[in-house]
């Protein structure tokens, strides 16, 4: 199972991205090897916010046909933030007032840590200072 984080959602929808190219060549290496792939509703949000102001509203709009097409694909799940969740990552976030980690880092490394994932796609070192690995 592979985390897919913001950054990594956003490079590809994002052709200008500085990450864009890499992230097309990881991303279809992932699907390639049909990875299972795994995200939260929270980076959903964060994506879709981040490319309406970025790019415009058909590209966030694609961005989610293709989350709800993927799902129904079984090539990706989507976590939906609990209380539970939401509280150990209120409770990391904070643990780190040195690093600049937002809310929605935090409640992914919590998932990643409930769901024994550790590996992520990803261009956000702060995963590998939590221990989970980057795909390359």
């Known amino acids: 199972m592979i985390f897919v984080d913001t950054g990594a ?19 279809n290496n992932l699907r390639d090897r049909e990875a299972q792939l795994l995200t939260t509703d929270y980076v959903i949000d964060e994506t879709v916010t981040r490319l309406r102001y970025d790019t415009n509203h058909s590209i966030a709009v694609a961005f989610l046909e293709f989350i709800g097409n993927a799902e129904i694909a079984g090539g990706l799940t989507v976590i939906e933030i609990d209380k539970d969740v939401f509280e150990k990552a209120k409770a990391l976030f904070r643990q780190y007032d040195s690093a600049r980690l937002s809310f929605t880092d935090c409640t992914s490394f919590v998932v990643c840590h409930e769901n024994n994932i550790r590996e992520t796609f ?9 221990g989970i690995n980057l795909c390359r």
Do not use: C, G, L, V
């Open 9 to 27: 959602w956003i490079a590809i929808y994002k052709r200008n991205d500085r990450h864009h190219p890499e992230a097309m060549t990881i991303y």
């Open 122 to 130: 990803a261009f956000d070192q702060h995963f590998s200072m939590m």
